[in-house]
């Protein structure tokens, strides 16, 4: 049997969310975290002492060219998403980035030329796409099993994040649509048939209190060029965490209760209205993170495509965009490359 050389990942900062997108996963499937770099170097020591790393290294610039780093993680802020995404790349590195890998449309698009120049992959962390939980609500849909699918209510809400959280800030890219509404955005457009067009028709955003320019909660309406329609919901002023989406059908509908956290609740709903009957389905609480880890893996070793990958960013943040300037709000700016060797 071929043994496959472990990937080598270098991960960008110490945030929060790598212990589960990525520490977990790599643990599990023998993947290498060969180094990090912090704004702090301290910090970053004890992050990699906690999480097994190999190495620290002084800045994100050195992270970035590092001789034995071959997959940059990228969870930094979602402003410092496109330029360390952009250097990464350049560097030649393939590129696994906290979503969305960039800040507007634009940005987006230019990543994509720099990695198809570069000879190398950028994929945007949507994990819960790679959970067998999605891949079995597609295969139903296709199979009939809902009829013609005619749209879906998607909701994506949590409680409000610390005052001083970059996801309050406009200057970072911040705000629901994007921390949040990505997700009801990218599951809107898995539900649409290949070809089929989706146009924001309304939307409105509850503006931040510190910031007009910042969305304290987004909704939306969108519909495809089939006729259905999609309604999403992103807000992070709830009393709870609720990410859940109800797919309606000509004859029955799905609902997920928890779509982007099947490791805290699997259950796929299926309700056939010829007969009603309603079957539980369960798909298994193995992190869409590990699956996604996987996945990575094949593109790198094997060249296997993955769906999260740089054309379909730009679509992604064509409809944020969209979403943002028919709320009457501005998309979020590009900044320029980060100049501070410690990022």
């Not at 940059?72 to 906290?98: C, D, F, I, M, T």
């Not at 004859?251 to 007969?275: C, E, N, Q, S, V």
């Amino acid at each position: 049997m071929d043994i496959v050389e472990p990937l080598r990942i270098g991960v960008l900062g110490t945030a929060r969310i790598t212990d589960l997108a990525l520490v977990a996963p790599a643990k599990e499937l023998g993947i290498r975290l060969v180094a990090v770099a912090a704004r702090d170097r301290d910090r970053a020591t004890d992050f990699a002492a906690r999480h097994g790393i190999e190495r620290v290294l002084d800045h994100y610039a050195a992270l970035v060219s590092d001789a034995e780093v071959e997959v940059v993680y990228n969870p930094l802020v979602n402003a410092w998403h496109g330029p360390w995404n952009r250097a990464a790349l350049e560097a030649g590195k393939h590129v696994l980035s906290e979503k969305p890998s960039a800040a507007n449309a634009d940005e987006a698009a230019s990543l994509r030329e720099v990695a198809a120049g570069s000879g190398r992959h950028l994929v945007e962390a949507f994990h819960y796409a790679y959970h067998p939980l999605i891949d079995r609500v597609l295969t139903l849909i296709d199979d009939g099993a809902v009829g013609t699918v005619t749209g879906a209510d998607i909701f994506l809400v949590m409680p409000p994040p610390e005052p001083w959280d970059a996801r309050w800030s406009y200057d970072l890219a911040g705000g629901a649509l994007m921390d949040l509404g990505c997700y009801a955005l990218h599951l809107a457009r898995l539900l649409t048939p290949a070809g089929a067009a989706l146009t924001v028709t309304e939307a409105r955003a509850t503006e931040a209190p510190h910031d007009p320019r910042v969305d304290s909660r987004s909704e939306a309406l969108l519909r495809s060029a089939t006729g259905a329609e999609f309604r999403i919901v992103a807000d992070m002023t709830a009393d709870r965490y609720h990410f859940a989406a109800h797919i309606r059908g000509s004859r029955g509908h799905i609902d997920l209760p928890a779509f982007i956290w099947p490791h805290a609740d699997d259950r796929l709903i299926l309700h056939d209205a010829r007969t009603g009957r309603t079957v539980t389905e369960r798909l298994g609480t193995r992190s869409s993170y590990t699956y996604q880890l996987e996945a990575l893996r094949r593109l790198v070793r094997d060249g296997v495509p993955m769906l999260s990958d740089a054309d379909d960013a730009v679509t992604t943040m064509q409809l944020i965009d969209a979403t943002y300037r028919r709320a009457g709000l501005p998309p979020r700016p590009t900044v320029a490359a980060v100049s501070d060797p410690r990022g």
